[in-house]
């Protein structure tokens, strides 16, 4: 029962690792339909970041991470700048090839500037965890899965319940028709830049503990955010945090009873099952070809 | 005018190099190839590589040379992947002038380059560890650092007698590293008798480690040995050891003791053993040459700078043995190298070119590393 159950805080801990990375890629696909590969390397900047300032600058904690995310803020937009506003007419391939170009500059960026060698950053709190009868709660996840969740309802609330969650929607929806309705189409894919880079850095600073920092971190977590945005069904946030937690729990317990060499490929197993019975998503609506 | 004083100072420089050309025909200097990264990723092992190397060539050449001749690096950049090596290898082969080379510490990087080796059939010293790259009948491959099957063998060695351990999970990278390793501790193991109660792989940058740690677990082992690629896949697994509460000794491969190791790891390595070529206690040879190196260049040693600085000098002990740099003559004196104390060990040379036969353990003593023995074998 032990066993079970800590294979289960495990896998509900590294899959809220793969929502949070995820549900950046869903907002920015909904905004612009495009996939923005460089979504993990927003993640690896966060991490880099922190380790600059909170250990090669000594500056405390919480104000590395406050500065973490206002630099991937500023980040956001220098990227839709430079990354998808010059060819924001064009059709999606070259946007994605422009994210994949981006996220190749990154991390060779980061491997002159910083090295190759991987960096560690403290956890957030002094203790490691804590024991529930067999089951260890590692406290660094416990931040993770709490983070998560309330970023799920925060968006919820955000898309739903705010006007400007409107007009975010307004925009992924009909570009044209918002633009004509007064909504000012490039302000709000800025914003949804912004928030999504944002997002990925709060991802980067909460595993940096965890998984270290190096130049690589990013794109292997991205792979798997991906996949699991896709289990969901992509452009759906609540999707992208399912399809995240299914992952993490199908990986650790098919690694615990089948085999652990064959961990990623159970992921993918279940991504290829879902693609095979349901293309949408577990929570994608149906999209019919218009006659 | 401005051009013709630039055309004055070129005659003059060409003048002058001529007179300093003709000056130094009396003795020329023995050349030494090198193939070193100098840019991409593993740029900063090349550093240490090289310094080892010039440290040894100034020694050498303040103390008058080798058959009255100084020694001379000529070093290219083998930009850290295989094809570059290729190139790297081709460019300076192409100075018939070269004695012999050192080679790349990356075994792939050897492999890569061996036939040429082979063309060039010059002796080329070399630091990679896989088993193979002096037993595939290649005569001008030599090594300078104990190869891996001797690592599974110190590890198995120092954990069944030594530790008095019985019950071993091996727990391994399924990449080629990883699985050359668990293939040959496994072997080692049961050569004495031990039969693992587990044997786990793992694909490298795993995110998480809580299947293998309880697998470890359930196994009942005592003790752990590793063959683990990636220095964050090992501190995370070190960590969620010690979350979960397993405890077993345990004995890694070289990566358990790198720099980079101990800080991302930090307590959760505590107490672990592994093998080492390099260590600065293991003899006084390796003392002095870590007190050279810190001289030299105001850092500390490590396994990237010793081999080389041992390999230039037992490449000049031999031209001086042998009296000759012809190749095959050098070829000849270096397998005939028997009891030099190196920075890296003692060195005796068997037929296929291996110099060394045994590896140093270490503690992680609260994170300073410890020197524990030095187990050599014969075979």
């Known amino acids: 029962m032990g066993f079970n159950l800590q294979l289960l805080f495990t896998g509900i801990g590294v899959g ?15 905004a612009t339909n495009v996939v923005n590969f460089a979504q993990g390397d927003f993640a690896m900047l966060g991490a880099f970041s922190m380790v600059v300032l909170a250990i090669d600058f000594g500056l405390p904690y919480w104000l590395s991470i406050i500065l973490t995310l206002a630099a991937l803020a500023a980040f956001g937009a220098i990227f839709n700048l430079a990354v998808y506003y010059p060819l924001r007419n064009r059709s999606f391939l070259p946007v994605i090839i422009s ?4 996220s190749i500059l990154l991390e060779n960026g980061v491997l002159a500037a910083y090295g190759p060698r991987p960096q560690s950053l403290p956890t957030v709190f002094s203790g490691q965890g804590i024991t529930i009868g067999s089951v260890f709660l590692d406290s660094q996840y416990l931040l993770i899965i709490g983070v998560a969740a309330a970023m799920v309802a925060f968006q919820f609330l955000l898309f739903e319940r705010t006007f400007i969650g409107k007009k975010l929607q307004a925009v992924s929806q009909d570009k044209e028709m918002a633009s004509l309705l007064g909504i000012s189409v490039g302000t709000m894919i800025m914003v949804t830049f912004i928030y999504s880079a944002t997002l990925g850095g709060l991802a980067g600073v909460l595993v940096a503990p965890i998984l270290f920092v190096s130049v690589g971190m990013g794109s292997s977590i991205a792979l798997k955010a991906f996949a699991a945005s896709i289990i969901g069904g992509f452009g759906e946030v609540t999707g992208a ?29 279940g991504l290829f099952i879902v693609l095979l019975f349901r293309p949408q998503g577990l929570l994608g609506e149906r999209v019919a070809e218009k006659a | 005018m401005l051009r013709n004083a630039f055309g004055m100072v070129v005659s003059l420089a060409a003048i002058a190099l001529t007179a300093v050309g003709a000056a130094a025909h009396a003795a020329d200097p023995i050349k030494i190839g090198m193939v070193a990264p100098s840019t991409g990723p593993v740029a900063e092992s090349g550093k240490f590589q090289t310094e080892g190397a010039m440290l040894a060539v100034d020694e050498i050449n303040k103390a008058g040379g080798v058959l009255g001749r100084q020694l001379q690096l000529v070093i290219e950049d083998d930009q850290s992947t295989n094809p570059g090596v290729i190139l790297a290898f081709s460019k300076v082969a192409g100075d018939k002038d070269i004695v012999a080379f050192l080679g790349p510490i990356r075994s792939t990087q050897v492999h890569a380059m061996a036939p040429d080796v082979l063309k060039v059939a010059k002796p080329v010293l070399i630091g990679g560890t896989d088993p193979s790259l002096t037993h595939m009948g290649n005569p001008w491959l030599f090594r300078f650092r104990p190869n891996d099957s001797y690592s599974a063998r110190v590890i198995a060695d120092f954990g069944v007698n030594t530790l008095g351990k019985k019950k071993w999970a091996v727990v391994h990278a399924t990449d080629a590293f990883g699985t050359a390793g668990m293939t040959s501790l496994v072997a080692s193991l049961k050569s004495m008798g031990v039969e693992p109660v587990l044997v786990q792989g793992y694909t490298s940058n795993s995110q998480d480690f809580t299947p293998v740690v309880l697998a470890v677990k359930q196994s009942g082992a005592d003790i752990l040995g590793t063959y683990m690629t990636n220095e964050p896949d090992q501190g995370i697994f070190a960590k969620q050891l010690q979350q979960l509460g397993v405890k077993p000794a345990w004995v890694g491969s070289p990566t358990t003791v790198t720099t980079t190791a101990l800080k991302l790891a930090g307590a959760a390595l505590y107490g672990s053993y592994a093998v080492v070529d390099f260590n600065r206690d293991s003899s006084p040879a390796a003392k002095e040459f870590a007190a050279k190196y810190e001289a030299a260049y105001k850092t500390t040693p490590d396994i990237f700078g010793s081999w080389a600085y041992d390999a230039v000098h037992v490449l000049a002990l031999a031209i001086a043995n042998g009296k000759s740099l012809e190749p095959e003559k050098v070829r000849q ?22 110099g060394l036969h045994g590896y140093n353990i270490v503690k992680n003593n609260d994170g300073t590393i410890v020197f524990e023995k030095h187990i050599d074998f014969k075979d």
Do not use: C, H, M
């Open chain 1, 16 to 30: 809220s690792i793969y929502a949070l990375v995820a549900l950046g890629f869903v907002l920015i696909y909904r």
């Open chain 1, 241 to 269: 945090i399912i399809g995240g937690l299914i992952l993490g729990v199908i990986e650790t317990f098919g690694a615990a009873y089948i085999s652990v060499p064959y961990k990623d490929a159970f992921a993918f197993l």
């Open chain 2, 333 to 354: 004196a270096i397998l005939a190298v028997q009891g030099y104390q190196g920075a890296e060990g003692v060195y005796n040379f068997d037929k296929n070119g291996d």
């Open chain 1, 99 to 102: 994210t994949i170009g981006a």
